[in-house]
């Protein structure tokens, strides 16, 4: 038996590159009026590079958490762990830019 589905994508704003992450990011935040900013990265690169490292620095007080416990699929368990992670650091950015 067939199963239907559907995936709808979000828009995507814009897309770096060529220039270091922790820069970009730290940028972004700063284009956007960001404030409070949690990020959501792969557990692998923050367990076997600096570069998350490097983005928390560029970041400064502004970094507020992070969250790199994402299993593959994005289960909605681990989705609502990192919603939760993310409310009691009170993050007001989210994918997309800040809280409108």
Do not use: Y
Not at 5 to 17: H, I, L, N, T, Y
Not at 29 to 51: C, P
């Amino acid at each position: 038996m067939t199963q239907a589905g559907q995936v709808v994508f979000s828009k995507m704003e814009e897309v770096v590159w060529g220039k270091p992450a922790a820069d970009t990011v730290a940028a972004l935040a700063q284009k956007r009026g960001a404030e409070r900013v949690f990020l959501m990265v792969s557990g692998t690169l923050n367990r076997t590079t600096d570069e998350i490292d490097k983005l928390r620095l560029a970041l400064g007080n502004k970094c507020v958490g992070t969250f790199d416990k994402m299993p593959p699929h994005t289960p909605r368990s681990a989705v609502i762990a990192a919603a939760e992670q993310a409310r009691a650091a009170r993050s007001k950015c989210r994918s997309g830019g800040p809280r409108r």
